[in-house]
């Protein structure tokens, strides 16, 4: 089956630790894209990638870092510059269509110790 | 003004009901359009794309208004399992969505 893999469900950081989300996609989709979900909130876009080796920052990227090697993965790093990095974290992926709309990985759900 | 805005509800229709929900949009030149829900501490999962004439699926209608830029969506006969939040997402030229802040439905028995 087709679809987007995000690892691991549960993530827990130290203070001053960098920790990275997989997100892996086969649906051979061009576009990945990262949310974060604050409760009660809605998705805040916090980097997206439109193709292999180019990704761009979206409205929260303070605090993380993407790359963007291989058209399937688009992994996240959540940087210790990040201060307040308890949230859950969704992975999507499209065609660069217009018309088409996004699918979700299940997301990740990063606490802090 | 924010770019899609949704009122945060929420809703608490008895089963049966029929209930509605308007997302406005402030970009003239947004192109596509969807509705997703998403179940408490779960992903966003496609409900129904929007397209320009309306679109019906089962229970569900989806309508576009581009003159008053909103979009609808309309469910006949409630379900308990209909309860979530729905999400309204709108794309411009740049093929980048943005999210509505969702619209959370109760169906009580």
């Known amino acids: 089956d087709g679809g987007i893999t995000q690892s691991p469900k549960y993530l827990f950081r130290k203070e001053g630790q960098n920790v990275t989300l997989s997100c892996e996609q086969n649906l051979n989709h061009d576009a990945m894209y990262w949310y974060r979900q604050d409760p009660g909130q809605g998705l805040r876009l916090i980097y997206y990638?439109?193709?292999?080796?180019?990704?761009q920052k979206g409205d929260i990227a303070e605090g993380y870092s993407v790359s963007r090697e291989k058209k399937e993965s688009f992994p996240l790093t959540v940087t210790s510059a990040q201060k307040n990095p308890t949230a859950f974290y969704l992975c999507a992926s499209s065609t660069n269509s217009g018309n088409q709309p996004q699918h979700f990985g299940d997301g990740t759900r990063l606490s802090i110790l | 003004r924010k770019e899609v805005e949704q009122d945060p509800g929420p809703f608490n229709v008895p089963e049966g009901a029929t209930v509605a929900f308007n997302c406005t949009y402030s970009n003239s030149a947004s192109q596509s359009f969807f509705w997703y829900r998403q179940d408490c501490r779960k992903e966003p999962k496609l409900l129904m794309s929007v397209y320009s004439s309306g679109n019906e699926d089962g229970r569900f209608t989806a309508q576009l208004n581009r003159a008053s830029q909103y979009i609808s969506l309309l469910i006949r006969d409630s379900k308990l399992s209909d309860s979530a939040t729905y999400l309204c997402?709108?794309?411009?030229?740049?093929?980048?969505?943005?999210f509505g802040r969702g619209t959370s439905l109760i169906v009580h028995p």
């Open positions: 997402v709108v794309k411009g030229g740049s093929y980048i969505p943005t």
């Open positions: 990638s439109q193709i292999v080796n180019d990704f």
